[in-house]
């Protein structure tokens, strides 16, 4: 009755008494493509960190909002300014991404309105909350973001970078030696001798592994290294 276990219970034997050996270091986040992610990492803030517009138009209270009534543009806001509250009545003007000011409640997209003697009137009842992105609508403060264990790709960078964070801890990378066996095989560069042939399969095996464990090394042949030792006692 053979005594050699299936691979299935060989590799769930490997994994189970396996112990993590690993290190962690922090790393600065633009340098951190690839690697894995040692802690959990929570946003402290919100994205995003206020209600802004969606589109270049208008903000206004809709229901200010009467037929064919003119509005007075009371403040113009651009992206990264800070809006001064609503004057009653009015309307002001906005564009993508910018604050939307104390006392509106929605945005109408400039291609829905007439400029009329330097007033502006909007053709159609705009609906409360329209075209406004909300504070925390991709991220809320307290939310874990990403979590230990995982790989950081390049959504992970702009992610992490959209939450202010310019350093993250990930584990070290591991060093892996890769051993091929064969008395035949020599590496690249030696002699080949009768019934030699060069060893292709480490080199391959070395590069596709490069992404997971970038500081393989390869070892020499065990095969060749017994051979060696058993012919010099």
Same mark, same amino acid.
Not at 33 to 46: H, P, T
Not at 138 to 158: C, N, R, S, W
């Given at each position: 009755?053979?005594?050699?276990?299936?691979?299935?219970?060989?590799?769930?034997?490997?994994?189970?008494?396996?112990?993590?050996?690993?290190?962690?270091?922090?790393?600065?986040?633009?340098?951190?493509?690839?690697?894995?992610?040692?802690?959990?990492?929570?946003?402290?803030?919100?994205?995003?960190?206020?209600?802004?517009?969606?589109?270049?138009?208008?903000?206004?209270?809709? /229901?200010?909002?009467?037929? &064919?009534?003119?509005?007075?543009?009371?403040?113009?806001? $651009? %992206? *990264?300014?800070?809006?001064? @509250?609503?004057?009653?009545?009015?309307?002001?003007?906005?564009?993508?991404?910018?604050?939307?000011?104390?006392?509106?409640?929605?945005?109408?997209?400039?291609?829905?309105?007439?400029?009329?003697?330097?007033?502006?009137?909007?053709?159609?009842?705009?609906?409360?909350?329209?075209?406004?992105?909300?504070?925390?609508?991709?991220?809320?403060?307290?939310?874990?973001?990403?979590?230990?264990?995982?790989?950081?790709?390049?959504?992970?960078?702009?992610?992490?970078?959209?939450?202010?964070?310019?350093?993250?801890?990930?584990? /070290?990378?591991?060093?892996? &030696?890769?051993?091929?066996?064969?008395?035949?095989?020599? $590496? %690249? *560069?030696?002699?080949?001798? @009768?019934?030699?042939?060069?060893?292709?399969?480490?080199?391959?095996?070395?590069?596709?592994?490069?992404?997971?464990?970038?500081?393989?090394?390869?070892?020499?042949?065990?095969?060749?290294?017994?051979?060696?030792?058993?012919?010099?006692?």
């Amino acid at each position: 009755m053979s005594t050699l276990l299936a691979f299935e219970e060989a590799l769930k034997a490997i994994e189970d008494s396996a112990s993590l050996r690993v290190s962690d270091e922090v790393i600065a986040l633009p340098n951190a493509m690839g690697r894995i992610l040692a802690k959990d990492i929570v946003a402290n803030i919100f994205v995003p960190p206020y209600d802004n517009s969606a589109m270049d138009g208008y903000a206004l209270a809709a /229901k200010d909002w009467q037929a &064919g009534k003119s509005f007075v543009i009371s403040q113009r806001i $651009p %992206a *990264g300014q800070h809006p001064t @509250p609503l004057e009653a009545g009015t309307c002001a003007r906005i564009f993508t991404g910018a604050s939307i000011p104390e006392g509106a409640d929605t945005v109408v997209m400039q291609e829905e309105t007439q400029a009329v003697n330097g007033k502006v009137i909007f053709n159609q009842q705009p609906p409360s909350q329209d075209n406004i992105r909300p504070k925390g609508q991709d991220i809320k403060a307290g939310q874990t973001v990403a979590k230990a264990g995982q790989k950081l790709t390049p959504m992970h960078i702009g992610l992490l970078s959209s939450l202010g964070i310019t350093q993250v801890s990930v584990y /070290k990378p591991l060093r892996v &030696g890769i051993l091929t066996t064969g008395d035949e095989l020599v $590496p %690249a *560069g030696e002699n080949l001798e @009768p019934g030699q042939i060069f060893n292709s399969n480490g080199a391959n095996v070395k590069r596709f592994g490069h992404s997971s464990w970038p500081s393989g090394f390869s070892m020499p042949s065990c095969c060749r290294h017994a051979r060696r030792h058993r012919s010099n006692p």
